[in-house]
């Protein structure tokens, strides 16, 4: 079992419309949480990152972590032509030199 | 902001050339990172270095070396290009005691 599991879409939705992007995890040793956006041809931007469990809200985005069930999600609400981009998870383990694991990215397109 | 900055946004090498890939960031970071990413595969880790002179292999540091002089610049080392090291080649930064990585724009290379 892969240590993170993220699908990869491609996920097409119109505009206006709420995302759901997910990634569950086998490691319970993760404590930290992020979610990266990535536009073709650059590199990631760190878009949220969480700590506990609940959920963490910026603007449009809302991140939500439950450890319990090894499940992290992103909401995008309101999407608009601009979120189109690849979407990754990302975690850590405390005291691992922050090594950080990814998921291998969801592609969204938000269409006008 | 924190910038992290590559020294190629584009390199076209052939097989066999010994390929130097430079990363700069301005925020005094103890922690950097060199990963690739290739679709279907998303980020993978090629070295890491927490300090000065101090290095760590990754998960795929076969063909690779890395180089740590000063604080703020990380080079990564293709001692012999060949045509499966034809990538994007990312770098990120992170400080000490934090655990978010903030990455550079990328490079893409080509080996022909």
């Known amino acids: 079992q892969k240590e993170v599991e993220q699908d990869p879409g491609p996920l097409s939705v119109p505009e206006g419309a709420i995302v759901s992007l997910n990634c569950t995890y086998s490691?319970?040793?993760?404590?930290?949480f992020m979610w990266y956006r990535q536009y073709s041809r650059k590199g990631p931007e760190l878009l949220m990152y969480?700590?506990?469990?609940g959920n963490k809200e910026d603007g449009r985005f809302t991140a939500q972590v439950d450890k319990s069930s090894k499940y992290i999600s992103l909401f995008i609400r309101d999407s608009q032509p601009s979120d189109s981009a690849t979407y990754l998870c990302?975690?850590?383990?405390?005291?691992?030199?922050?090594?950080?694991?990814f998921g291998k990215g969801t592609l969204l397109t938000v269409n006008p | 902001d924190v910038k992290v900055t590559q020294s190629s946004r584009y390199l076209v090498k052939r097989t066999g050339e010994k390929v130097f890939l430079e990363c700069v960031q301005d925020?005094?970071?103890?922690?950097m990172f060199w990963y690739r990413q290739d679709p279907g595969l998303g980020l993978r880790l090629i070295y890491f270095?927490?300090?000065?002179?101090?290095?760590e292999k990754g998960d795929i540091p076969e063909g690779y070396s890395v180089s740590r002089e000063k604080k703020e610049r990380f080079s990564l080392i293709l001692e012999s290009a060949s045509t499966n090291q034809t990538s994007m080649y990312l770098c990120?930064?992170?400080?000490?005691?934090?655990?978010?990585?903030?990455f550079g724009p990328g490079t893409r290379l080509l080996v022909l």
């Open positions: 925020m005094d970071h103890e922690n």
């Open positions: 490691n319970s040793a993760f404590q930290y």
């Open positions: 969480t700590y506990s469990s």
């Open positions: 990302a975690m850590v383990s405390g005291g691992s030199n922050y090594k950080l694991t």
């Open positions: 990120a930064s992170i400080a000490g005691g934090g655990e978010t990585q903030y």
């Open positions: 270095s927490y300090d000065v002179k101090m290095k």
